[in-house]
Structure formats: C-alpha cells, structure tokens
C-alpha cells in the first residue's frame, strides 16, 4: 500500500504543487483545505481533497487516518491583512497549526513538515540571513508563525514526532489565487494585463528574495523525505531583487506603456529580505535552479490564461 500524506493547504498555491509532486512519487495524498482561497480545481487528479477548516479537530482526525506524514501549509496569508485581522490570524496561524499538531499525535503520524516563513525574521540585521539570523517579527502573522514553529518543534519532538520547518521566502508561479495583499507578482501581472498601475508601497528599493514554486515544492519534498527531524531550513534563491526591478520586468514584457506607481510604506513589512539557502544545500541537496529572468514567464502566462487574454 502506498505511504499517506495528509496536506493542510493543499488546494493552496504551494500545497497543490507539493501534491502533484508527491503523487508523481506514488504517495497517496489528501488535500484538506477549507476552500477560503484555494481552488478544488487546483488540487491534481489523484489526490482527495477534504474540505474542512483546520480548527475542525474531528474532522481533521478522521482524513489524518492512516498518514504517515503531515504537511501543514494551511494559513491565513497576507502581512498586511494580518496587522488589521490579527485576532482571526492568530487563531489560524497559531491555534490551527495547534490543532493539526494535536491530531498527528493522535493518530501516529511520524513526520510534521510546517510551511513557515522569512516573516518570522523581521528586523533585518544582516542579509542574506541564515536560520541563526535573530527573530524579531514585526508583523502579527510573523509572530503566529514563529510561535507554530516553536510549538511544533517542542511539541514534536515530546510526542516522538519528527518535525521539520521549511522557511520561504518570496514565491511565485502559476496557480496562486489573486488577492490584493499577497504576490507582488501575481498581483502585478494582474493589474498590468487588465491597464491598471501597478501601486508599490514605499520607494520600491526593498529587496525580495523571489523563488519559483516549482524549486519550492521541489525542496519542500526534498525536506519531507530527507531533513533531519529537528531541522529549520530557509528556502530562497539567495538573490534579491527590488521590486521596482520586478515592476519592470513585468511591464516590460506585459505592458511597457504602465509605468508602476508609489503609495505609502506598510507597517510591519520586513526591510530587505535575501536568504541565505546554504543549509538546505548541506542538509537535503536543494538548491534553487530557477532564474526570476527566466521563470517569470510562468507567472505571466498562467495570469494570462485565467484572465483568457
Ligand atoms: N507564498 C509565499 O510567498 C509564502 C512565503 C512564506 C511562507 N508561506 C507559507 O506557505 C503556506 C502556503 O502558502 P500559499 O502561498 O500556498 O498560500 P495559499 O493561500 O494559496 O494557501 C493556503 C491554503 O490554506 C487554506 N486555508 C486557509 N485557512 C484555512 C483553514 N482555517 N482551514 C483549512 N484551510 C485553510 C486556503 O484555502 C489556501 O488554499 C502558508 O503557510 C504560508 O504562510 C508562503
């Protein structure tokens, strides 16, 4: 019988790359998500998808049956939302991640992946940062995903569960549902294919460190097949990249005659983030392959076809 994984978010942006993977490697896969920004059209033939919210710990039990690993993804998204809806986040992002974790325990899971974030870093003190970079978040979802990696990583190891924490940085790619607060370059791609301006908060010289979804998904199996239990792996490019550069490149190949426009710098945005990927490297092998050059012609062509232009 094929090894079950259960993935929070898997109907997400991430969580359905991360499960065509897994299935191409003949994994038996439940997507649990409840709908309130992935699409069940997102989740891959093969894969069941349970719609259920992840503070529903019955139901969450009863698909966990059975698997062997759990990946955890499901999340309220958005930094900037989260500063005005910080109450809703935190019971999401900290007491969802609680309940997952509870429901691998009672069901013998042996492996807990967490999708954390560069978030959790806030202040920046030193850049690229590695996983030893101070953690001092400056926003409330930074916060709740800080508290759910140390929750998960305690917890965990209690309960004999291997842990293991994946930090992203910046990623983009096709199948990320739009929103106006998440993905600088979905949101761009957007707005520069329906004529609108491109509106980038503050000067536009902060620097990102972009990765495609396929190199994350990619690491992100790498991590749940190979990271030692225990482990906290950053996943980035190493490569920064501003976002008036991006606004750029993006208008330059949609629409070069929008030129992107300024609005007032978020609070509790991080300042320049670039990873420093050198643990993955040592740890599972992983390294980004993918230029931003090169690859963001998937973003821009996956917008163009949702938008069936
Ligand atoms: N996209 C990025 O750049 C990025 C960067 C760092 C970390 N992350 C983390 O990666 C994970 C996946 O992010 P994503 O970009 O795929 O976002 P996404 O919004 O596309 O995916 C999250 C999924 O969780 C689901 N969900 C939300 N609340 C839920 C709930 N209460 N119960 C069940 N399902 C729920 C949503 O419907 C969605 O499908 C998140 O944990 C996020 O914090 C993403």
């Not at 003949?26 to 992840?54: F, H, M, N, R, T």
């Not at 989260?82 to 969802?96: C, H, P, Q, S, Y």
């Not at 899971?109 to 560069?118: G, H, L, N, T």
């Not at 990623?171 to 491109?198: A, D």
């Amino acid at each position: 019988m094929a090894d079950k994984a259960l993935i929070t978010g898997g109907a997400g942006f991430i969580g359905n790359h991360v499960a065509r993977l897994l299935l191409g490697k003949g994994w038996e896969i439940v997507c649990y998500d409840d709908l309130s920004v992935g699409k069940g059209s997102y989740v891959p033939d093969g894969a069941e998808l349970i719609v259920g919210d992840i503070r529903d710990g019955e139901k969450l039990i009863g698909a966990m049956r059975g698997a062997r690993h759990v990946y955890h993804l499901a999340a309220r998204v958005s930094i900037r939302k989260a500063v005005d809806t910080f109450i809703d986040d935190a019971e999401v992002n900290t007491l969802g991640s609680l309940m997952v974790l509870k429901a691998a325990r009672d069901t013998g899971v042996e492996r807990f992946q967490y999708a954390s974030s560069m978030a959790v870093y806030g202040t920046v003190e030193y850049s690229p940062q590695d996983e030893d970079h101070p953690i001092n978040p400056t926003s409330p979802y930074g916060i709740a995903k800080f508290a759910s990696e140390r929750y998960i990583l305690t917890m965990g190891e209690q309960w004999g569960i291997e842990p293991v924490i994946c930090r992203y940085f910046n990623t983009y790619g096709p199948r990320q549902t739009p929103s106006p607060y998440v993905g600088v370059i979905t949101i761009f791609c957007r707005k520069l294919f329906t004529g609108e301006t491109p509106i980038i908060f503050g000067d536009g010289e902060q620097v990102r460190d972009f990765i495609h979804v396929g190199d994350i998904a990619r690491g992100s199996v790498m991590a749940l097949e190979n990271a030692p239990a225990g482990s906290v792996i950053n996943f980035g490019t190493g490569i920064g990249t501003s976002v008036n550069e991006v606004a750029k490149i993006l208008s330059d190949i949609i629409n070069p005659e929008i030129e992107a426009a300024h609005t007032d710098p978020v609070p509790g945005e991080p300042g320049d983030s670039i990873a420093n990927p050198g643990r993955a490297g040592e740890l599972i092998g992983w390294i980004a392959e993918k230029k931003l050059e090169d690859a963001i012609v998937d973003a821009i062509e996956w917008n163009r076809g949702e938008l069936k232009i």
